[in-house]
Structure formats: C-alpha cells, structure tokens
C-alpha cells in the first residue's frame, strides 16, 4: 500500500483494520486536539480492544474519550495518570497498567513539549525536553516492556526532523544547569535520542519479536505542541537547523510541508499497525513510509545507541536486561 504526505491516520486504520482489531495500545500524550488526541481517535475506527490514554490531566483527555465513546461505544478506553516530569508518577503510570492488561500490543511514545523557551528541569532534576521525551519514555518502555513482549508487540517513538539540529551532549544534557541553554538543541537532544532509544530497542528486543520505530509525524501547524513557539522562536529553529546542514546539502522538504491535524497521525498509526514492517525494525520512517534519506551519524552511530542507553540507566537509577 503507497501511502504518502497527505495520507489520513483514518486511511492507515481502515487499511490495517485486521491488525487493529481486538488490540491493545497505549498513547501517551493524548490531548485533543494534539497529534497523539488525533492517534487516539483514528485509532478508535478499527475496533481494538483497549486504548489506554496516558497523560497528566485528564480534562485535556476527556473529550477524547466522550468522542471515542459517541463513535466507538465498543472500545474501552482507560484514562492512565502519568506526569512525564516525574519519575515517581512514572513508575505509578506503568504499575497500573501492568495491573489492568496481559499484554500491550502497541506503546505508542507520543507526548512531547518542544522549544521551552526557558531554561526548566524536571522534578528528578533533568533538563525538561530531555527529561520528558526522552528519559520518562525510556523508564516507561523498559517498564511495561514484558507485557509488550507477552504481545510480540511494537514501540513507536514520536521524533522529529528537528533531530537534525543536533545530537546527544552526553557529557552534558544538562547544558551546564542552564548556562549553555538553547531551545532548539535541547529539542534536537531529545528528539536524536528518540531514535537513538528505538535503534536501540529494535537490537535488544529482536530475540523476543519486539519491533520499535522512530519517525516525523510533520510539521502540524494546528497541534498543541506549536503554541508556545513563538514565530521568532521558530525563526531561530531553522536557522540552527540550517547551519548543522553539511555544504550542499538540503533541508528535507517533509522538515517543513505543513500537515493537516487529520494527517498527522498516519505515520504513528503506519508503524503501530503495518505489517510491511515486520523486518525493518528499528527503522526511521516519514510521510507514512520507511524514510529513503540516511539519518545523520549523530543518530545512527552504534557508539551513540549504547552511550544513550547507558546515560538513561544512570539517570533512572535502573538497570534494564533482555
């Protein structure tokens, strides 16, 4: 099936309703009128069994699951209270819902907040984009991920194209406490360790039938997470992005194509359910398809894998074995 820019997470859905139906998914970040709301929605039309809705305020989820519930009365969704800033409700999030599924068929990496303008940490003391889109993940993942090996089942980590920016300081992700604080390359920290957390999950869990992905799901101009981006703010993100780009080389298109809302969720949902993906774990994927362009090293180097997955041991004060 072709799949390209424009196609509609309903469309993915409808075109993998054998691999949805029945199923079990968990989302973080689910707020309407977000790309993970949109997910959850789209998701809905395939008649699974569960979806678990994860995330810090449930007034935000809410009309997600009255929405789901006026269209899907079938689905049981699950409202899952998790505060990504804090390690503590993070380990209380992944022990609900171990106690509540057998098996996890799709954990869905989504929620994400981007460019804070201000230097914040989390309650755990790590730089906020860092500690919320990379290490809470990291700590939910390994937590929940015997029931996503009960299901042979698939990780999806939300990233971006604002990987480019940059990569992992893993002397210091915490940019000297602020002094060396920027916006865009601590989004850019966190969005290469998406990848760099799903390559490493793609060779770890392979043994177990686990596959994981990282992907872009677009440039969604009327998603949540751009609010709090100012067009000066934005303006500066591209000139950063810009200048990591080698001589000649050019910015992706799909780095800034604006997508629509309806569309934004396609590529999560093409590799939450595509079978055609069955041996390309681990892959990047764009515009609901394994992306053609090599990443760049910062996010593919086999060093870089094992130094992230070291770092967030370390950070989390866990060790984690497959």
């Known amino acids: 099936m072709a799949f390209h820019k424009d196609t509609t997470g309903a469309e ?8 949805t139906k029945g199923k079990t998914f ?3 970040g689910p707020s309407t009128g977000t790309i993970g709301g949109q997910t959850a929605l789209d998701l809905a039309a395939g008649s699974p069994k569960t979806i678990l809705l994860a995330g810090r305020d449930i007034s935000k989820i809410q009309p997600v699951i009255d929405q789901i519930a006026k269209d899907h009365p079938s689905v049981e969704t699950v409202f899952i209270k998790l505060d990504l800033t804090d390690l503590a409700s993070v380990k209380e999030a992944a022990k609900e819902v171990n106690s509540k599924v057998d098996q996890l068929d799709v954990l869905i990496n989504n929620a994400g907040v981007m460019a804070v303008k201000d230097y914040t940490l989390t309650k755990d003391g790590f730089e906020l984009q860092f500690g ?17 090996i009960a299901a042979k089942g698939r990780i999806v980590n939300v990233s971006s194209l604002g990987y480019l920016s940059g990569g992992v300081f893993f002397d210091d992700p915490g940019f000297s406490g602020g002094a060396k604080y920027n916006p865009w390359h601590a989004y850019a920290q966190s969005k290469t360790a998406n990848i760099l957390f799903a390559k490493a999950l793609a060779a770890k869990l392979a043994p177990k039938g686990v596959l994981a992905f ?14 709090n981006v100012s067009q000066e703010s934005f303006g500066e993100g591209y000139a950063i992005t810009m200048a990591s780009l080698a001589e ?16 934004s969720s396609s590529t999560t949902l093409y590799a939450a359910l595509s079978p ?4 390309q774990s681990g892959a990047f994927l764009v515009d609901a398809q394994v992306w053609d362009v090599p990443l760049k090293k910062h996010a593919t180097a086999e060093e870089n894998v094992e130094k992230l997955w070291d770092l967030s041991e370390k950070l989390v004060k866990e060790k984690f074995e497959y």
Request: net charge negative.
């Open 248 to 263: 000649g080389e050019e910015l992706p298109s799909a780095a800034m194509t604006p997508k629509s809302l309806a569309a």
């Open 12 to 19: 993915v859905v409808k075109a993998y309703a054998n691999e």
């Open 276 to 279: 055609d993906l069955s041996n």
């Open 26 to 28: 968990l989302i973080t």
């Open 214 to 227: 990282a992907l872009n799901p677009g440039l969604v101009m009327e998603s949540k997470l751009m609010t």
């Open 132 to 148: 919320v889109n990379h290490i809470a993940h990291f700590l939910l993942t390994n937590l929940l991920a015997p029931k996503i």
